[in-house]
């Protein structure tokens, strides 16, 4: 008896759904960048300095 209930109350939950399938509401596209100035500032930190790593340890170590 209780799956019944629960199977009606969900049906009924979302019964006014129905008649709007396929009508779903557009989004305009957000003009901004997703990602925040301190991530990018983290992220060109990050790959900068690795960067600058590499260089000062093919240096120090005598090149190719």
């Known amino acids: 008896m209780p799956a019944k209930l629960n199977a ?6 979302f019964e006014r759904n129905i008649n709007k399938r396929g009508n779903v ?7 901004g960048s997703r990602l925040g100035p ?7 930190f990050v790959v900068v300095g690795s960067a600058l790593f590499q260089v000062i340890k093919m240096a120090t170590s005598g090149g190719l």
């Open 38 to 44: 301190v991530v990018i500032g983290v992220l060109l």
């Open 8 to 13: 009606r109350l969900r049906n009924k939950k």
């Open 25 to 31: 509401p557009v989004r305009e596209k957000q003009d």
